[in-house]
Nanobody, 127 residues
């Protein structure tokens, strides 16, 4: 059974940093792209970042580009999201996502590209 478990969320002041992690189990995702999404109260889930299986290619939404960095450690089956210069509008539940296939016909920043989702970790940025 595939499980994605996010951790590292919390409360941080605006301008601060936080690193969240996603540990995968039940399947080896080292040959698959992975992604991060977020959902704020009253809003739809939106993409944040994605990373290729090797980590050589990364993708970001415009809202986080230059502030967030996605990375992975395939030996640990874990994906990370380093968040710097956090803003109150970054407040959301952050979800890790993984696909069931190595390739997708839609973009890796599209929710439809993913089949497995974690339970989410809350990130709150105070002003």
């Amino acid at each position: 059974q595939v499980q994605l478990v996010e951790s590292g969320g919390g409360l941080v002041q605006a301008g601060g940093s936080l690193r969240i992690s996603c540990a995968a189990s039940g399947r080896d995702f080292s040959n698959y792209y992975m992604g991060w999404f977020r959902q704020a109260p009253g809003k739809e889930r939106e993409s944040v970042a994605a990373i290729s299986w090797s980590g050589s290619r990364t993708y970001y939404s415009d809202s986080v580009k230059g502030r967030f960095t996605i990375s992975r450690d395939n030996a640990k089956n874990t994906v990370y999201l380093q968040m710097n210069s956090l803003k109150p509008e970054d407040t959301a539940v952050y979800y890790c996502a993984a696909p069931s296939r190595a390739y997708t016909s839609v973009g890796v920043l599209e929710p439809k590209a993913y089949d497995y989702w974690g339970q989410g970790t809350q990130v709150t940025v105070s002003s």
